[in-house]
């Protein structure tokens, strides 16, 4: 079984920083890409940012330049370090990993429940 778990969530005012963790739990045999997605009231989910095993990212083009994601493959954790955060940040950040459990031989998609980013005054 495997278990995805987001934190570091939280009410931030506009300008400031946060920092979200992501760890992947489990029987685990290896981990290939790791995301993060948001989904704000109403809207559709988008990709944020994305990372694979070898560090190699991406970025939409709504957060370039003030998000940074990276990750520690020795831990199976992922991180999310998002600085002069405005309003229209605000959503439910998922974490999404493309992971092999012990005893597959292929890789699927595995999500957190997601943490809560709030962007206010």
């Known amino acids: 079984q495997v278990h995805i778990v987001e934190s570091g969530g939280g009410l931030v005012q506009p300008g400031g920083s946060l920092r979200l963790s992501c760890a992947a739990s489990?029987?685990?045999?290896?981990?290939?890409?790791m995301d993060w997605h948001r989904q704000a009231p109403g809207k559709q989910r988008e990709l944020v940012a994305a990372?694979?095993?070898?560090?190699?990212?991406a970025y939409a083009d709504s957060v370039k330049g003030r998000f940074t994601i990276s990750r520690d493959n020795a831990k199976n954790t992922m991180y999310l370090q998002m600085n002069s955060l405005k309003p229209e940040d605000t959503a439910v950040y998922y974490c999404?990993?493309?992971?092999?459990?012990?005893?597959?031989?292929?890789?699927?998609?595995?999500w957190g429940q997601g943490t809560q980013v709030t962007v206010s005054s």
């Open positions: 999404k990993a493309e992971l092999v459990h012990s005893g597959s031989d292929e890789a699927d998609d595995y």
């Open positions: 489990g029987s685990i045999f290896t981990i290939y890409a």
């Open positions: 990372i694979t095993s070898a560090g190699s990212t």
